[in-house]
């Protein structure tokens, strides 16, 4: 089952039902996919009885599939990324056996076609593509092995970061604020079971195909997590309830061959060029620039659909 | 003007208009806190015509004023507890002259005197006494001098914390996520014209008395913020909207003669006993103990009501 959210000028937009080839949906009989996820056992059997699409879509209508979320907990869970940023950075951290999470704005997620604007191109703008999961209310202390049961859909997140904000913020030990601005999700949110074979241990084993202006930069595959979206929902759980409607991020999707295969964030391949020619070479985004990024199977279907977004002056966009 | 939440069995309560002695209340002409601040003009000018109270005030009835919050986000602007902490956390943060702030759980904030439940006693159980400001809707990229207009409430808040796990979760520069569980909000929320000559240069000038199983623990002034809550607006501002309903904290409020006067949180005594005792003598919150924090005037009136919590096993509370 894929579900999307038509803007319809309220904050939590209308939950839409979409068809296998994404070119339509039917209005869902649940209102907003927040309802839906409060009481998940019967909504998504209805949601599972829509089986006409009457609308063509269009996905410059598209929210993203949760607007706003009471919860936001990012991850860094793909090594090789981890390592380099801490190199870049100048991080030293202590090693841990436990996944690496902040939290973030979660009071809205950009639709998958939204303009983004920030304050500056002195800030660093850089993209990271990332794969998402939205879970039910999942009790305190619960194992990551129970954890899986409790996830309901799986999404793809661009998480806007801030660069030049994001090594000093680190630095306080306090985590981002400023450097982690709201996020964009791509437009459907999807149920496990329609990746099929490519949802395996809690990963999402698909190539995330990410573009910058048009050109590609980076086809890293989600399957290299270090830890499974499990474990990452356990970490979160282990000293508070998580609310229904919770959304828990991978971190930029990694792998260690990223000098063959390219990243999926600008601060990777600035890393990788300190490490191979001393410097960073490739500069942030500036206004006007664009990036895509779309998670494709080995037949070029594209479970989550794309998103594609321009970076605009914060002056320009009022 | 001063508001509670009654606990109705929804999330966001019944917003209720509470007499000037604390003592009765008037259901409110809004359905909740958070409809309110959506439309605060409006709403606000409608809650002020409230002049009769004819319901007794219970305040075990109550939720937090906000129940749930879209984002919340803490600051530490009191310089005395700040370097306290981190000489017992062995912390060398970077030298910064922006204040320091995290983002925390705000799907849920504890009413006043609801039992907060903990896995584990080895979790080292803190409280921590603050205030906090609810802002309305503040566009990215705002002044300190401007964000002053835009603070519409004042509380007092418990930021419960886990110390055994905060240290490593600050090491790894991601900020805290485990060692933050849900915080607790006292029983008022207040306009800042209730505080009168008390709210100064955006600080609560209030001594805010912290007892510990029943014993004065601590009676610290908020006066002695290092950043004034404009400024930590600001700063929450810098590169995102904030959506109306945003709480703000102050962190731990502490003054420098924390010897004389005692501490918010029991971690700031144990970096006290480091000090001039060479190791940490008080133990941190057992099951079956209580906390009492209630922010009073030179007069003894308290503005936000008391709260009173009791620490509890997670397994009990089941």
Chains 1, 2 share one sequence.
Request: net charge negative; with cysteine; proline share 6%.
């Amino acid at each position: 089952m894929r579900l999307a959210t038509l803007c319809d000028g309220t904050r939590d937009g209308r939950l839409i039902v979409v068809s296998p080839d994404g070119a339509a949906y039917a209005p869902a009989p649940v209102a907003t996919l927040q309802d839906a996820l409060e009481d998940w056992a019967a909504c998504s059997a209805q949601l599972e009885t829509v089986g006409e699409f009457p609308e063509p879509l269009d996905p410059v209508q598209l929210a993203a599939p949760l607007p706003r979320a009471w919860q936001w907990l990012d991850g860094s869970a793909f090594q090789s990324h981890g390592d380099l940023m801490d190199a870049v950075l100048g991080i030293t951290k202590i090693q841990t056996h436990l996944p690496l999470m902040y939290q973030g704005a979660s009071d809205k997620f950009y639709g998958p076609y939204d303009d983004v604007p920030f304050g500056d191109e002195a800030l660093g703008i850089d993209f990271e593509g990332e794969f998402g999961v939205i879970v039910d209310a999942v009790p305190m202390g619960t194992s990551a092995a129970d954890a899986m049961a409790y996830i309901r859909l799986i999404v793809q997140i661009n998480d806007w970061s801030l660069r030049t904000l994001a090594g000093p913020e680190m630095k306080t030990g306090f985590g981002w604020v400023q450097a982690k601005p709201h996020c964009a999700m791509a437009p459907f949110a999807v149920t496990p079971d329609e990746l099929g074979d490519q949802w395996r241990d809690g990963r999402v084993c698909l190539d995330l195909n990410v573009d910058w202006n048009g050109k590609r930069f980076g086809a890293a595959n989600g399957g290299a997590m270090g830890f499974g979206f499990h474990e990452l929902v356990a970490h979160a759980a282990r000293t508070r309830d998580l609310v229904a409607g919770t959304v828990i991020g991978s971190g930029t999707v990694s792998n260690a061959n990223f000098r063959e295969i390219g990243s999926s964030c600008i601060a990777e391949r600035r890393g990788i060029e300190v490490l191979d020619q001393g410097e960073p070479k490739t500069a942030f985004m500036t206004f006007g620039e664009t990036v895509r990024m779309e998670a494709v199977d080995a037949a070029g279907r594209a479970p989550f659909g794309a998103l594609e977004q321009r970076v605009v002056s914060v002056r320009s966009s009022l």
